[in-house]
């Protein structure tokens, strides 16, 4: 951005809840050319100003969210939900939360067998250590 202040970094408030917006000409005062037609926003334009502080941040924490707490001054959950409603507020869906959410509890799941079984002397040691790492992969 260039400081002018008649340059909007994103829509005025309040606009960025229509999804209808559309830019019809942009121009270069530099090079004294100005195109029209019909050009859609990208979605960080229509990022509130919290949010787009937000991205931001972690962008600059580069993606680590303990960083991103500290940084911010708030609560792990706290940072995850604002991490999860800017995601949303971009259409990027998390891909793999919940699969990866099932995929934990499944292997918890199967090494607490492992260790029962461990306990119980069924397995080795290695064998235990073996049947691990099967579990996670």
């Known amino acids: 951005m260039t400081g002018d202040p008649r340059l909007r970094e994103r829509l005025p408030d309040n606009l960025s809840q229509f999804n209808d ?6 121009e270069s005062e530099e090079a004294g050319i100005s195109v029209r037609g019909r050009f859609a926003l990208s979605p960080f334009q229509r990022l509130d100003e919290e949010q787009t502080n937000f991205l931001i941040t972690f962008l600059r924490c580069r993606g680590v969210l303990s960083s991103v707490e500290r940084e911010l001054g708030l609560s ?16 990027l869906a998390p891909t793999a939360d919940g699969d990866s959410e099932e995929r934990r509890k499944q292997i ?25 790492k099967e579990a996670a992969s």
Not at 21 to 26: G, H, I, K, L, S
Not at 80 to 88: F, G, N
Request: hydrophobic share 45%.
């Open 21 to 26: 917006w559309v830019v019809t000409e942009v």
């Open 108 to 132: 918890s799941e199967n090494q607490a067998k492992i260790l029962e079984r461990l306990e119980r002397g069924e397995l080795t040691p290695a064998e235990a250590k073996e049947a691990m």
């Open 76 to 91: 792990y959950p706290t940072v995850r939900a604002r991490l999860d409603a800017l995601l949303k507020a971009l259409g």
